[in-house]
């Protein structure tokens, strides 16, 4: 009898990390593109209320608090002087098993925005709340804007 329970919840529990998992994870398929081009596309096919700024290397690896050895390339949008959450951020590991850690700066940095929105300018909120995040092999993609269906199909047309 005891053996049934173990069983049946240890099912439940694969069950339950299997959902989680495929929510956050894309199709399994491959991107190719180079984050630059994917990116773009994001930003041309999605309507931003105002250009979203390019941020060097260095500052994107700072604001989201990762190593940049661990990338091959990246390309990071952000809006500029703070008053939207608008964001672009495509990333390229050098080594798949690093791309767990990069969704989870982008999933940090939705958090820390959902923070610092929610009382200064809360009509972004919904923004936050749907934001996109993918990874489709070695490339993590964080989408913030006001269309997220808009930028799954974007990002879809890019899997191989």
């Known amino acids: 009898m005891k053996a049934k329970r173990f069983v049946s919840a240890a099912a439940a529990i694969l069950l339950g990390l299997s959902l989680l998992t495929g929510c956050s994870q894309g199709s399994g398929k ?3 593109a180079a984050t630059d081009e994917v990116a773009q596309s994001l930003q041309e096919s999605l309507s ?4 979203l700024s390019k941020l060097s290397d260095d500052a994107a690896n700072r604001l989201y608090s990762l190593d940049g050895n661990i990338l091959e390339e990246q390309a ?3 809006g500029v002087g703070g008053a939207l959450a608008d964001e672009v951020s495509v990333w390229r590991v050098k080594d798949e098993k690093d791309a767990a850690t990069v969704k ?3 999933e940090k940095r ?3 925005q959902k923070a610092s929105f929610e009382n200064y300018v809360p009509e972004e909120m919904p923004k936050l709340e749907n934001a996109v995040i993918t990874v489709d092999g070695d490339t993590i ?3 913030v804007s006001s269309d997220s269906d808009k930028a799954k199909e974007v990002i879809a047309s890019f899997e191989e």
């Not at 931003?48 to 250009?51: G, P, S, T």
């Open 141 to 143: 993609i964080l989408c």
């Open 110 to 112: 939705v958090e820390n």
């Open 76 to 78: 990071v949008y952000v």
């Open 104 to 106: 989870e700066a982008a």
């Open 48 to 51: 931003f209320e105002y250009e």
């Open 30 to 32: 491959a991107i190719t």
